[in-house]
């Protein structure tokens, strides 16, 4: 490397702006500034991506694909060689894959203009990996992966366009890595998630555009998590939740825009149940609060 002359400050300016190779394109743009003969411009790749995954990258530091990203059949050293990819102009479908124990190498990716799957793994505990995801233009789905733990690695996700639908994670504990979200302009769907017990990852959310559903999750104990949660756009469903006995994370709650049905959960007391529908200061539909049969207080199972 050439002598830098002067103090810090030159120092630090002719660093920026170095262009080590001599190729026109200094080194905070170049990822490989000892080459010229390699290195490309941005660019933006046609179609979908569904193989020669290891290729992709080769000369690139920042390459986008028009389509979508099909990681079905991907291998660990094909995402891992990922490293350039920065936008996904279509869908990314990580469906029923048994390779993958990591997403290293998807952490340029920022912004996926379409859905979000993540459907049928066996082996991601995490999705460590996604740390550079802002924004996912419609539906996050994460569903029957059978390892999954935990949603740590989307915590850089802001927006989502529609839905956040999270169905059958049997190991799911935690829905920490969506703390980022403030509004969910779709459907946020929780149903058979047999081992998470809160909501905590939600803490952020004000308002659920459309539909709120938790149902079926076994371990589910508390709804803490929604307590910032003020409107819904849809219905609300609470049922067949049977160690639900804590939703006073509903207290903030004042508007739902269609029914409210909170029925058939075993621990709940019906009084506090009834409470969120008292809360409420506008109801757009009706109100089922029925077959709650947990103990109230000191009282009986339903009695205060």
Do not use: K, M
């Not at 609470?238 to 639900?244: A, D, I, K, M, V």
């Amino acid at each position: 490397h050439p002598t830098l002359p002067g103090g810090l400050a030159v120092q630090r300016a002719t660093l920026s702006t170095a262009d080590w190779d001599g190729d026109g394109h200094a080194a905070p743009g170049d990822c490989d500034d000892t080459n010229p003969e390699t290195w490309r411009g941005p660019d933006v790749y046609a179609g979908d991506l569904g193989s020669d995954f290891q290729s992709f990258c080769e000369g690139y530091c920042s390459r986008a694909i028009a389509g979508d990203l099909l990681l079905s059949d991907a291998t660990e050293p094909e995402v891992q060689s990922l490293t350039c990819l920065s936008s996904v102009g279509g869908s990314v479908f990580l469906v029923d894959n048994t390779q993958l124990r990591s997403l290293a190498g998807l952490d340029q990716l920022a912004t996926i203009a379409g859905a979000l799957y993540i459907w049928g793994t066996e082996g991601l505990s995490d999705v460590r990996g996604l740390d550079g995801l802002e924004s996912v233009g419609q539906v996050l789905y994460v569903r029957e992966n059978q390892a999954l733990r935990s949603l740590s690695g989307l915590e850089s996700l802001s927006s989502v366009g529609t839905d956040v639908d999270v169905f059958s994670n049997p190991a799911l504990v935690s829905l920490a890595g969506l703390a980022g979200l403030d509004a969910i302009p779709g459907d946020l769907q929780l149903q058979q998630n047999g081992s998470l017990e809160s909501l905590a990852g939600l803490g952020n959310v004000t308002l659920v555009g459309g539909r709120v559903l938790a149902w079926d999750n076994a371990a589910l104990a508390s709804l803490d998590g929604l307590d910032r949660l003020g409107a819904i756009g849809d219905i609300l469903v609470l049922r067949g939740n049977p160690s639900l006995a804590e939703i006073g994370a509903l207290g903030a709650l004042r508007s739902v825009g269609a029914d409210v049905d909170i029925y058939d959960n075993a621990a709940l007391c019906e009084a506090d149940a009834d409470e969120v529908v008292d809360g409420l200061t506008h109801l757009g539909g009706a109100a089922t609060v029925e077959d709650n049969t947990g103990s109230c207080g000191f009282g009986l199972p339903g009695h205060r």
